[in-house]
């Protein structure tokens, strides 16, 4: 008896568990399944994050664009999960695009505005020469 | 004649302060000591404030040489308290300049050296666009 309870109460943990994790994944698949994210700048490159799931093991693209809408980058992808990153120069051009297609639903467009602001630093020392 | 222009203007509102407040940084030296200071560069003008204490009164010369040696400013002077600003027009060009302060009574020489080190700055700000 006190085994039937053990197990009963062990099936009712792992039901709350499986429950508990169909809802973290329906609430990850409600909030998008798309992030671009700016890390910084390294070596005068503009660093970011791409990460995509891709549920339906179809093909996806992703392009991204510079302010004109030129692509900089285009590549068709199958796999069900990417991390990518990319490192984009500094430019003129103060706009740079991401656009994820699936070819079924609607464009992912993540779209970051670039402002740099350059400023010449002077330090003067002066020393007296013997 | 180089680019680089000097140009000299008395520091009235030095004299001024010289003259009222109760600290003399010329009378504090010892005696013949001379003083070069870079006393601001707001706005992108840079100003020397050369400091000559001169007790004999004799003639001396301030020269202002370029890194190449070449002489941007040459001036003689008889004041027993020299104190001046020079300002350079072109900050931008300069990277090294050298002031000498040539007692002609008793020929000694003063040097000073400034270096400029100027570098560039880029402050990058990205903004996703929601």
Known sequence: ?130 | MKSIVLSLFLAGMSLVSLANGPHDPIADKNANTAEVKCVGNNSGELFFNVLYNNAAGSRFSVTILDETGNTLYSGIYSVKKFDKNFQLADPESFGKLVFVIRNLGDNSVQRFEVNNNSRLVEDVEVKEVK
């Open chain 1, 1 to 130: 008896m006190a085994f039937f309870s053990k197990l009963s109460l062990a099936a009712a943990f792992l039901l709350v568990l499986s429950s508990a994790k169909a809802q973290s994944t329906e609430t990850g698949e409600a909030e998008k399944t798309a992030t671009v994210k700016y890390l910084g700048t390294q070596d005068d490159m503009l660093v970011f994050d791409v990460f995509y799931t891709n549920p339906t093991n179809g093909k996806f693209q992703v392009v991204i664009k510079d302010q004109d809408g030129t692509p900089v980058y285009q590549n068709v992808f199958s796999e069900k999960t990417i991390y990518k990153q990319f490192r984009l120069p500094k430019s003129e051009k103060d706009r740079v695009v991401f656009v994820i297609r699936d070819y079924k639903d609607a464009d992912i467009v993540k779209t970051f505005d670039i402002n740099v602001n350059s400023r010449i630093i002077r330090e003067v020392a002066v020393r007296k020469v013997d």
